[in-house]
């Protein structure tokens, strides 16, 4: 894959980004008028796929390692082990409920779903400015060819 070819996937990829977020917030508003039943199941489903596309993204930062700035692998590494443990304390306090614990369970939860979307807003910027480096980085090195 060419240089150019790959600042068009980033654009592609951030315009799925963005149509990812779009359908996040449509699951979040259609939740409002589920059953505990349906949120239930459809929380179980969008675990098991943020897992799948962590294992996937583990994944290729292993196998593109050279490729990829060590920052960017000891971020990926601990977002992994972030994830891990908010997963397991999230069982945790599933198995251990009454009704003053389901309310702060409840505070908590919340609490880390907006810390998650303000994170995510983070990535987002951070993807964008890599992405503008990126094409500067090809625009000085076009410059060295032609020059």
């Known amino acids: 894959m060419g240089v ?3 600042l068009m996937s980033a654009s592609d990829k ?3 980004l963005a149509q990812r977020a779009e359908l996040a917030e449509e699951h ?3 939740a409002r008028n ?6 239930e199941r459809s929380a179980d489903e969008a675990r098991a796929k943020a897992q799948a596309r962590a294992e996937k993204l583990h994944q290729k930062a292993a196998e593109s390692e ?3 700035s060590a920052s960017w692998n000891d971020l990926q590494n601990q977002w992994g082990a972030h ?3 908010i997963r397991q304390d999230i069982d ?3 198995t251990k409920i009454d009704s003053k614990k389901a309310e702060i369970r409840a505070e908590d939860a919340e609490d880390d779903a907006l810390f998650a979307i303000d994170y ?3 990535t987002i910027e951070e993807a964008e400015y890599a992405v503008l480096d990126a094409i500067v980085a090809r625009m000085e090195a076009d410059e060295f060819v032609t020059a």
């Open 4 to 6: 150019s070819e790959k």
């Open 14 to 16: 951030l315009a799925k």
């Open 28 to 30: 979040a508003t259609e």
């Open 34 to 39: 589920q059953t505990k039943d349906e949120v």
């Open 66 to 68: 050279a490729h990829v």
């Open 83 to 85: 994830i891990t443990k």
């Open 92 to 94: 945790t306090k599933k």
């Open 120 to 122: 995510a807003y983070a």
